[in-house]
């Protein structure tokens, strides 16, 4: 069993910032990817950020020079740092992580709010 655990959503006014964490635990080896995905309301999930085990990362165009994601790989832990939130930013955040044999494992979901 491959659990995800996230925490950093809450409540922020326009123009702050929050940073999100995911940490992956149980029998998990192998890590390929680990991002986070954001849905709106009656909208298919879309990709936010994700960072390879190498290193490499790719970004929503939406979050570019926003958002930064990054990961502790002997944690198997990624963060978001989300700065310069925006209104449109609200969502609920999900993590995401590809593993081992084309193993993929999604978070519970944070909720992200932003107020104007």
């Known amino acids: 069993q491959v659990q995800l655990v996230e925490s950093g959503g809450g409540l922020v006014q326009a123009g702050g910032s929050l940073r999100l964490s995911c940490a992956a635990s149980?029998?998990?080896?192998?890590?390929?990817?680990m991002g986070w995905y954001r849905q709106f309301p009656g909208k298919q999930r879309e990709l936010v950020a994700h960072?390879?085990?190498?290193?490499?990362?790719n970004y929503g165009d939406s979050v570019k020079g926003r958002f930064t994601i990054s990961r502790d790989a002997a944690r198997n832990t990624v963060y978001l740092q989300m700065n310069s939130l925006k209104p449109e930013d609200t969502a609920v955040y999900y993590c995401?992580?590809?593993?081992?044999?084309?193993?993929?494992?999604w978070g519970q979901g944070t909720q992200v709010t932003v107020s104007s």
């Open positions: 995401n992580v590809e593993w081992g044999y084309y193993n993929t494992n």
């Open positions: 149980g029998s998990i080896f192998g890590v390929k990817t």
């Open positions: 960072i390879t085990s190498g290193g490499s990362t």
